[in-house]
């Protein structure tokens, strides 16, 4: 037991003398690397730019690994929303393709990119994700899916077709965070 905590008590003092070389460093007005450092990881900070070539693929993941979601993989980075679709989850995210981006009224999709319309195209991105793991069979039994916009989005059954707030399931691919259900059209909230 002894032995066990001899390691376990470098490391606290590496760590502590670690903490008091940076407050030295402050002190003395020499916190120039700490500031650059931070002001360049700025943008990049979180859960979602952490490189992890274990686990299995999370939604977003999978976003970035499509070459039919380029549109969505951009819109979900202007809006910073990377980290809220790397959580634990469980996470359903409806994923519109390109061709469901280009089907937009024209200029619509631009406009929706402009930095004054950021908090518009998270409250739109954020109508496509659900709480929840289900498949597109377990999906048919609910009438609605309350959307992490805090709206609902109603869900219509046609044969073996499920549609959600009006986006037709295409494909379903599971996630280490849940799963990923492409669409064929943006989901509109208030539609």
Known sequence: MKTQL????????????GCKN????EEAGNNTPA?????SHAKKQGQAFIKD???EPNVLDIALGSKDHTTLVKAVQATNLENALVNAGPLMVFAPTNEAFNALPEGTLDNLLLPENKAKLAFILKHHVTPGNYSKDFIKKFKHLGQASNENA??????DDVYVGGAKIIASIPAGNGIVHVVDKVIIPGN
């Open 35 to 39: 500031v650059s450092e931070s002001a």
């Open 154 to 159: 109603p869900v219509e059954v046609k044969g």
């Open 53 to 55: 070539d274990e686990s």
């Open 6 to 17: 001899i390691p376990l008590f470098l490391i606290v003092a590496l760590v502590l003398s």
């Open 22 to 25: 940076q407050a030295t460093n």
